[in-house]
């Protein structure tokens, strides 16, 4: 599958550049990263358990200061017995090893994540990986761990909510004996409506600093809540779209949560207050639907103190 990289350069009056094949700019009114001045960010969304190894050589070749997951590590529709998720997608593992002998390690819960249990969370954080479970923290450099006010958030998948919700019923009724891992669930027809958990943005919103959300779905930009093109929030990280699966003139044709021409797929998106940068991603959910005029994508994020 091919796989592309995009740069964007994020300068201290938050104004955006990309430095891939389109090119875009936005003037951003306020201050912003001091301090920051050459940090790095590679985006790695909807890796979906493909193979690690052509993502990892180029961190390896271009080794960037953190790694931000919006989510979408594993690929998850349906329990499958009661064997770990974790155990069916060994590649998820692996990459996430990978990313974190590279940098430091942070990932939102994305909707393929719904089917985690909290032990495999904990293998997760075991391999160094900071989860980002609907909270927030001081984002820390390797070379630099006090580097002055970044914080990073997670804003966690609504559907993966709805799942947990479903599977705390579940065991519940079931009593302690009846624990399952992974109770089958029909996909509900509503499932998308279910709300995210978002209250803790407030506080976030107040945090000191550069201020990088990482929200799996692109939607919660200003199709549905909490609509964080109105919050303080300098940038959101997204991917999910998976660039709209195949790509016309840089038209997405078809997201899930956003339908047939979808307009959050890819790319930089404007807000009040930030902006929102969309990865088209690293894999596909389903392998017989092939991408076509969408290259996988690997996207870098540089900012600079001007
Ligand atoms: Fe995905």
């Known amino acids: 599958m091919d796989l592309t990289k995009t740069q964007y350069f994020i300068n201290s009056s938050r104004s955006i550049s990309n430095i891939g094949d389109s090119f875009s700019n936005i003037d951003r009114p306020t201050s912003g990263p001091r301090r920051l001045d050459g940090k790095r960010l590679a985006v790695l ?27 979408d ?93 479903f599977r705390d019923e579940y065991n519940r009724a079931n ?7 992974y109770p089958y669930r029909r996909k509900p027809k509503d499932l998308e409506a279910f709300p995210t958990s978002s209250a803790w943005l407030d506080d976030f919103e107040q945090a000191d600093g550069y201020r990088i959300l990482l929200s799996h779905h692109p939607e919660y930009w200003c199709l549905r809540e909490p609509m964080l093109i109105d919050k303080k929030i300098d940038l959101v990280l997204s991917g999910h779209a998976h660039g709209g699966q195949w790509r016309i003139k840089g038209q ?32 596909n959910p389903y392998w017989f639907v092939p991408r076509w005029g969408n290259p996988c994508e690997i996207v870098y994020i540089q900012l600079r103190d001007s």
Not at 48 to 66: E, N, Q, S
Not at 175 to 181: L, Q, S
């Open 45 to 71: 969304a909807d890796f979906h358990d493909r193979d690690p190894g052509p993502v990892l050589d180029v961190l390896r070749d271009d080794i960037p200061d953190a790694v931000m997951i919006p989510g």
């Open 73 to 165: 590590i594993v690929w998850g529709f349906f329990p499958q017995g009661e064997k770990y998720l974790l155990d069916r997608c060994r590649n998820a593992i692996a990459f996430l090893q990978g990313c974190c002998e590279i940098a430091p390690t942070y990932m939102s819960v994305g909707n393929h994540e719904a089917l985690l249990c909290s032990d495999e969370y904990d293998r997760l954080r075991a391999i160094g990986v900071t989860v980002l479970d609907n909270e927030y923290t001081e984002l820390r450099f390797r070379d630099d761990p006090s580097p002055g006010k970044v914080f990073a958030g997670g804003l966690t998948s609504a559907h993966t909510l709805s799942y947990n919700h």
């Open 175 to 181: 009593g302690a004996d009846g624990y399952a891992r």
């Open 252 to 283: 997405g044709i078809l997201a899930p949560g956003q339908g047939l021409l979808p307009k959050y797929t890819g790319g930089v998106y404007q807000g009040q207050y930030g902006s929102m940068i969309v990865s088209r991603g690293l894999n």
